[in-house]
């Protein structure tokens, strides 16, 4: 099976840097995604890591080490739209496992 | 190009009624998988389908079902309602499924069952 943890809601000033942290077990690893969720509103991807490292695009990186079963997300430059919901989740490996496990989300509330 | 289009967007019913969503997936995907979304819980598997086949489902009940068209088009259908089936169902269509990575989710069908 697989476990995954985040905090519940985390908040910060605009224009600061918050960090998003992801923990996970799982049976087999074929990936991990990030999703931001505005209220009300579909989830958007926006990260994907596979391998160890940073990814950096635009404001936003995510991290991740398989060893260490650990993922974040990085936000830089906050603003106010920043404001949502961020869905970790991780792709298993073989046979059914390849669909994604959601954790529970961190809601991240960015103050003027 | 159109995004994931899930209707109804909003409905309520009560306890002991049968619920039927559809799900219209993007052009050309042909992987459609549904999630239930619950405060408490999160996003919770459901099941997906692929070129009509049920591939793979999630630890949910008999009373959730579902199928695929030969368009791609999804539905799913939850019989005798229970209050704690109240939640937001968001389908998410990609193109094949398997290794691919990216889901590309609708703006979900909220329930609320009385």
């Known amino acids: 099976g697989q476990n995954i943890d985040q905090p519940t809601e985390m908040t910060a000033t605009e224009g600061a840097i918050v960090q998003i942290n992801c923990t996970y077990q799982?049976?087999?690893?074929?990936?991990l995604f990030w999703y931001q969720q505005h209220a009300g509103e579909a989830p958007t991807f926006l990260s994907y890591n596979v391998l160890d490292g940073l990814e950096e695009k635009g404001r936003f990186s995510s991290f991740l080490s398989r060893s260490k079963g650990y993922s974040y997300l990085l936000l830089k430059e906050l603003q106010m739209k920043d404001s949502a919901s961020y869905l970790c989740?991780?792709?298993?490996?073989?046979?059914?496992?390849?669909?994604?496990?959601f954790g529970r989300g961190t809601s991240l509330i960015v103050h003027p | 190009k159109a995004g994931v289009t899930q209707t109804p967007r909003y409905l309520i019913k009560t306890r002991g009624q049968q619920v039927t969503l559809s799900c219209s997936p993007i052009s050309g995907h042909r992987s459609v998988s549904w999630y239930q979304q619950t405060p408490g819980q999160g996003l919770q598997f459901l099941f997906e389908y692929f070129s009509e086949t049920q591939r793979n489902k999630g630890n949910f009940p008999g009373r959730f079902s579902g199928r695929q068209f030969s368009n791609s088009r999804s539905e799913m259908n939850v019989s005798t309602l229970e209050l704690g089936d109240s939640a937001l169902y968001l389908c998410?269509?990609?193109?094949?499924?398997?290794?691919?990575?990216?889901?590309?989710f609708g703006e979900g069908s909220r329930l609320t069952v009385l």
């Open positions: 989740a991780v792709r298993g490996a073989g046979g059914g496992s390849y669909i994604p496990t």
């Open positions: 799982t049976s087999g690893f074929n990936g």
């Open positions: 998410a269509s990609s193109p094949r499924g398997g290794d691919t990575g990216e889901l590309f």
